[in-house]
Nanobody
Framework: QVELVESGGGLVQAGDSLRLSCAAS???????MGWFRQAPGKEREFVAT????????DYTDSVKGRFIISRDNAKNTVYLQMNSLKPEDMAVYYC?????????????????WGQGTQVTVSS
């Protein structure tokens, strides 16, 4: 059984950085992973995805140049480095795992989800 546990969220000021981590257990280390976020009153949206071996990445336009997704398959962990945070980045951030190695940007393409970690950005 796959379990995803996010950590690293918190309260920061605009312009600050945070690094989220997602530790996976019970699954295949080489499956593609993704980060999504959901702000209050809004739908969950795609943020970033990384292929199973970590060589291919995609980002939503609003975070390109500021966020970096990476992974350490030896540790079964995926990261989201978030720089130059903006108030509009404030949301609950969810880690997700696919059942295959290729990247994906939509919610239905992910089989497993974590419980989420809150990121709060004050202006």
């Amino acid at each position: 059984q796959v379990e995803l546990v996010e950590s690293g969220g918190g309260l920061v000021q605009a312009g600050d950085s945070l690094r989220l981590s997602c530790a996976a257990s019970g699954g295949t280390a080489n499956y593609a992973m993704g980060w999504f976020r959901q702000a209050p009153g809004k739908e969950r949206e795609f943020v970033a995805t990384i292929s199973g071996v970590g060589t291919l990445r995609d980002y939503t336009d609003s975070v390109k140049g500021r966020f970096i997704i990476s992974r350490d398959n030896a540790k079964n962990t995926v990261y989201l480095q978030m720089n130059s945070l903006k108030p509009e980045d404030m949301a609950v951030y969810y880690c997700a795992m696919r059942g295959m190695r290729s990247r994906a940007t939509t919610i239905p393409e992910y089989a497993y989800w974590g419980q989420g970690t809150q990121v709060t950005v004050s202006s």
